[in-house]
């Protein structure tokens, strides 16, 4: 069965100057119009689609890719505001309607970008948005590990650091310190599980933990003084900006990652950097 506001992979059931139907289970047959059809489509053929409600309610099927499907969090910019609230560029003709009711703190002002959730209307079966993105939040017990690799969404800044969305699902924090470039609100960016507290909360991470970020750190050190030539002119006085510019890392993870190469005896320190070493 086709599901409303995702992405689906249908098949063509009649074929019509105006464009296709597609099977659709329970919804029906949805069209995909001419416009939006590859070529040499025919009965029985399969296809992805994207299903959205057109202006006047139908159901309708595109291969265009909106920025955001239903159950997102997406960083959106208001097109217009009229009466009605709040209409965001989501990637489609149809603008995504973010109503007054669900604008918080304050109404949206047009040419603005704000974080917003994808749901579907329970009253109107419409696809909207809103910016009370808190009550969306899973509050029940994770089962993350501390090392796992996690999608992020930034959101807001806090006292103590940056807000992020885990895995579209849950709320994590990175803090100030482990905070090595800057972060924007709606960027989407890897991350790790730092720590699990007793209280339920997560701390985030932008590095690997523990041994494993320093064996990545030292694969990535090495590849690079191969790239020139076996010499780089950095090392532990080199600014945190340089070495994250370089490497993607942190000063300590350099300066651990460095101390490793030393004790294997697969760099040497010189005048102004690091050296490969000659392997006999």
Request: glycine share 8%; proline share 4%.
């Amino acid at each position: 069965m086709a599901s409303l506001g995702r992405f689906n992979t249908l098949r063509v059931s009649k074929v019509k100057d105006f464009g296709v139907y597609l099977k659709a289970g329970e919804l029906g047959e949805i069209l995909l119009p001419r416009s939006q059809c590859p070529d040499n489509l025919d009965i029985g053929d399969s296809v992805r689609v994207f299903v959205y409600l057109d202006s006047d309610d139908y159901l309708i099927a595109t291969t265009q890719r909106p920025l955001a499907c239903v159950g997102d969090f997406a960083m959106l910019r208001v097109a217009e505001v009229n009466d009605t609230g709040a209409f965001m560029d989501w990637g489609l003709s149809k603008q995504l309607l973010v109503p007054y009711s669900e604008q918080k703190p304050r109404p949206l002002t047009v040419g603005k970008r704000y974080l917003v959730h994808l749901y579907i209307d329970s009253a109107s079966e419409r696809i909207v948005g809103t910016t009370k993105i808190d009550r969306f939040i899973d509050k029940t017990p994770v089962d993350y590990k501390v090392g796992d690799a996690v999608d992020l969404v930034i959101a807001n800044r806090t006292e103590l650091g940056q807000k992020a969305i885990i895995n579209q699902q849950h709320w994590g924090l990175i803090f100030h310190s482990d905070m090595l470039q800057t972060l924007y609100p709606g960027q989407r960016t890897q991350g790790y599980i730092k720590e699990l507290r007793d209280d339920g909360k997560i701390n985030l991470s932008l590095q690997k933990p523990g041994y494993s970020r320093v064996v990545d750190t030292t694969e990535k050190i090495l590849e690079m003084l191969e790239e020139q030539e076996g010499y780089l002119p950095v090392h532990d006085k080199s600014s945190p900006e340089t070495l994250f510019q370089l490497f993607g890392i942190s000063k300590k993870a350099f300066k651990m990652a460095v101390g490793a190469l030393l004790k294997q005896g697969k760099i040497e320190l010189c005048q102004g950097g690091i050296r490969l070493r000659d392997q006999d």
